[in-house]
């Protein structure tokens, strides 16, 4: 596909089928929350039969989370935001966000639009530094870029290597924030001989993917809490190369996702080293780094049905973790009754793949339409449920859908034997970037273009009539 076509006279009000690309609402080229972009890769895929029913909770579509859950605040006056998307900015956040956008324009860089919605989490690790962000923001768009290249992460993939049990998705804290599990001890010893820790860090990248895709809510879920087990391990034996991958990805490839870090059946060597540890620690590094002496410390945190046994909960012990073993809540600290037999399975489809991406708050748009979360066609009887205003568009979609005598999924996934980075569009309204920064549709019938090529198109929504 090369030229410029011109527009159809009389374009469709809706395409027929959704957009394969991630996400379904970037043009290339265009700006989003402020910056030029790319297409996205496309990093992970899961089977149907590997997605966790309980992966999202339906109640945290209408959760309003405490304000220490968005920012934290800390003794000494310092302040940490933690939620970042859907959320109305600070002047200094908003004003450090501009000097980065201008930063970044004044260079020429472009980034995924995943690393846009992160931009205000690199101004936090920075300390409002706009030239630091920019090189932590160009760093992880890097890494994003050398790490997925050959395509997505596979839940077929990794599938052997999960049933070690050595990282895996166990619960939700009373903020309905999930818990990755980290069992160092599981870490096969054949793994350190052969030199391939890789696939332990592998398998961390696929899981935390499956969190920012199914597990979040922009506004109102987007951190995490990490629980690293070291039962079993002494000083000699703790696998410090693993663990410091572990921190190196979360830290500065996930960043700001992470709420709070557990260590938990540490050796009676280990409680005493890390006691001295923590008195030179800082006060945003203390409320992020936990040392417990006593597993049942967890309960603070989490209901018990959220834990298995041997970290403060009642559940036995797993043995399957991939589908991820999550039950729904309660929620509540120490709760020690059975998970609701009522919840709503697979509330994870209520959201578009740029609807659990989020955005960065726009001041020339409402508060309504700044917090406004993007939704798939299967949202409607999860938002009736909650009874939560299902959105117009989304009403006369299912007429369509059914009219047209079979509804269309949300997502599409990179079609089956090409390519894993590569994206297919049938009959789709598609746009191409034209001068003066206007959109110029175009239609590409039943043609396979490769991501990040010049002849690529990123769908977005339709024409207006």
Not at 109 to 130: G, K, Q
Not at 290 to 296: F, G, K, V, Y
């Amino acid at each position: 596909q090369s030229g410029a076509m011109s527009p159809p006279a009389d374009p469709p009000k809706r395409r027929e089928r959704p957009a394969a690309t991630v996400p379904s609402s970037i043009f290339i080229g265009v700006n989003h929350n402020g910056f030029k972009t790319i297409p996205e890769l496309l990093p992970f895929s899961c089977t149907e039969a590997n997605l966790a029913p309980y992966s999202l909770p339906a109640e945290s579509l209408n959760y309003e989370p405490p304000e220490g859950a968005v920012v934290t605040r800390f003794k000494n006056g310092d302040a940490e935001r933690k939620i970042h998307c859907n959320r109305e900015l600070s002047a200094p956040e908003a004003e450090c966000l501009q000097a980065l956008r201008q930063r970044a324009k004044s260079e020429g860089v472009s980034f995924f639009p995943s690393i846009t919605s992160m931009a205000t989490r690199f101004i936090s690790r920075s300390r409002n530094d706009a030239r630091k962000a920019l090189t932590l923001m160009q760093a992880t768009q890097s890494w994003r870029e050398e790490y997925f290249k050959a395509g997505p992460l596979k839940d077929t993939d990794i599938l052997e290597d999960m049933k070690h049990g050595i990282v895996y998705f166990s619960g939700r804290d009373e903020c309905m924030r999930p818990a990755i599990i980290i069992r160092a001890r599981r870490i096969p010893n054949q793994w350190y001989k052969d030199k391939c820790i890789d696939r332990f860090i592998k398998m961390l990248t696929w899981c935390m993917e499956y969190f920012l895709r199914y597990m979040v809510v922009p506004g109102k879920v987007e951190n995490l809490s990490v629980i690293v087990d070291l039962d079993g391990l002494g000083i000699a034996q703790v696998p410090l190369g693993p663990l410091r991958e572990v921190y190196t990805v979360m830290s500065h490839h996930y960043i700001g996702r992470v709420f709070k870090f557990f260590v938990v059946n540490m050796s009676s060597g280990l409680s005493f080293i890390a006691s001295m540890a923590k008195a030179i620690l800082s006060d945003r590094q203390k409320q992020k780094l936990n040392m417990l002496d006593d597993i049942t410390e967890l309960r603070k945190e989490f209901a018990l049905t959220q834990l298995e046994v041997d970290l403060g909960g009642n559940r036995e012990i797993f043995t399957q973790f991939l589908p991820f073993p999550l039950v729904p809540g309660p929620y509540t600290p120490g709760f020690e009754g059975p998970p609701d037999p009522d919840a709503m399975r697979e509330a994870h489809k209520a959201l578009t793949q740029a609807g659990a991406m989020g955005r960065l708050w726009d001041p020339k748009l409402s508060a309504n339409d700044n917090k406004k979360l993007e939704f798939s066609h299967e949202a409607v009887p999860i938002l009736e449920r909650l009874n939560l205003p299902v959105p117009s568009e989304l009403r006369f979609d299912e007429v369509l859908d059914t009219n047209a005598g079979e509804p269309q999924p949300a997502f599409s996934p990179p079609p089956a034997g090409g390519a894993p980075n590569l994206v297919e569009f049938e009959d789709e309204q598609c746009y191409q970037k034209g001068s003066d920064d206007e959109i110029i549709p175009q239609t590409v019938d039943n043609e396979t273009v490769q991501a990040g090529s010049t002849s690529f198109f990123c769908c977005g929504p339709p024409v207006k009539a």
